[in-house]
């Protein structure tokens, strides 16, 4: 297979999945990982792609780009509902907890409206909206005010507000990015705000991200890495992804893309 097809096969790939490994990469086509290396530089130096750790994902919007709520809701919907099973598990009956804009969390709050006796606070439209339309009538759903974001958080000075004066058990935090150096990050300065209240607000921060979100860094931090207590995201992560996040968070868990929960090491 000559170079240019072999670029075009790689660049359908991470299109199709969001993201590849060069070692992946380099056993389906029988070639070395400097072979797939040099693919992928020039993938990325043409702009067709951005090289992460291990491997390679789309071409990253800029920092302050922020998607709809139903244009991310289609992304890695398996394992965002993988995650989601696994975090649900983590809500004991009667617990007051909050739930971040974003659609792994709403995809948690379709998990949570047969838990008995729970509080839930939201700074997220969907969030609420599940909760209103299918959840207990012993629950208690607390919606921010604020101003609304493309995907349909409400935030600002109103939201901070209102989330200041509450202690809550747990926070589950849906963020935009991962990095080393950024931490976790959102592209919208007034959520990172509202986010940092919720943290502030919770006795544990559980963040929910998908394998896609490692790389991709936000205008604004929310908090760095060694806030989370949990993080939970599914078992596409790369390996370099996972030794950093192994030693910087509180406790790594990787679950399949199944929907069945499970504990891994980092690797």
Do not use: C, Y
Not at 15 to 37: C, Q
Not at 137 to 153: E, I, K, Y
């Amino acid at each position: 297979m000559l170079a240019r097809q072999r670029q075009t096969a790689i660049l359908e790939r991470v299109r199709s999945a969001g993201g590849v490994r060069v070692t992946e990469l380099a056993a389906e086509f029988g070639v070395s990982d400097m072979t797939i290396r040099r693919d992928l530089e020039t993938l990325h130096d043409l702009g067709l792609l951005a090289k992460v750790h291990g491997g390679a994902t789309l071409a990253g919007p800029g920092s302050t780009d922020e998607p709809g709520f139903h244009a991310k809701s289609v992304r890695q919907s398996t394992e965002k509902g993988a995650i989601a099973t696994h975090a649900a598990l983590l809500v004991r009956p009667g617990a007051a907890v909050a739930l971040s804009a974003g659609t792994t969390t709403a995809e948690l709050a379709r998990r949570l409206v047969d838990v008995p006796g729970l509080t839930v606070v939201t700074n997220s439209l969907p969030v609420a909206e599940i909760l209103h339309a299918s959840g207990r009538p012993d629950q208690t759903v607390v919606l921010t005010g604020g101003v609304r974001t493309p995907s349909d958080a409400l935030v600002g000075p109103l939201a901070v507000a209102a989330i200041a004066s509450l202690h809550l058990d747990l926070l589950f935090l849906g963020v935009h990015g991962i990095s080393e150096r950024a931490g976790f990050t959102t592209p919208n300065l007034m959520e990172a705000d509202t986010d940092r209240a919720l943290v502030a607000a919770a006795d544990q921060l559980v963040v929910l991200a998908d394998h896609t979100k490692w790389g991709t860094v936000g205008i604004s931090s929310i908090v760095g890495l060694d806030a989370a207590d949990v993080l939970v995201t599914d078992h596409r992560l790369a390996p370099e992804a996972r030794r950093v996040l192994d030693e910087k968070v509180g406790e790594l868990v990787i679950v399949p893309g199944t929907g069945r929960p499970t504990e891994e090491a980092a690797e």
